[in-house]
């Protein structure tokens, strides 16, 4: 069974080929593509940190543990977010950043609770395992691109499993 360490050297021997086989495609296709060091090394990080997604499901793993910590930062910023639409805490006769504080703390327990049912429902072994999951992940990130979104620079869409 691969762990971590069987991951993540996968990943970094992987790279060079992957960033090899991405620039010749954009060369056939016409599309100027050429990235900078920075870049290169980012899309490096993200290539190598997602070569252990499919460990996502494991309760025990690195990128588990990463991913939980993600969520309750979701959990955090889409507290703040819906903050801006319906002020549920506006009634306290507070100072702001007593408020602030009260949105942070249910935004952590927001994102602890997605993570809990997260490994709850997934198991080892499942979904994150199939190159389906994959693809569709490249889907969704080019679909948040494409529609403005900006979650994404365009240039670091080559990290992508496309």
Partial sequence: MPNFKTHVITGILFYPTYFLLYSFIMD???????????LILLSFFFFVLGSDLPDVDHNFSLINKFFRILLVGLGIYSIFKLKRYYDFLSFLALRVYILKTLYIIIGIILGGIIGFLFNYITKHRGKWHSPLTGILLGIITYYLKSNNYYLFDSEALFWLYL
């Fill in 28 to 38: 056939m296709a016409h599309i100027n593509f050429n990235p900078d060091e920075s």
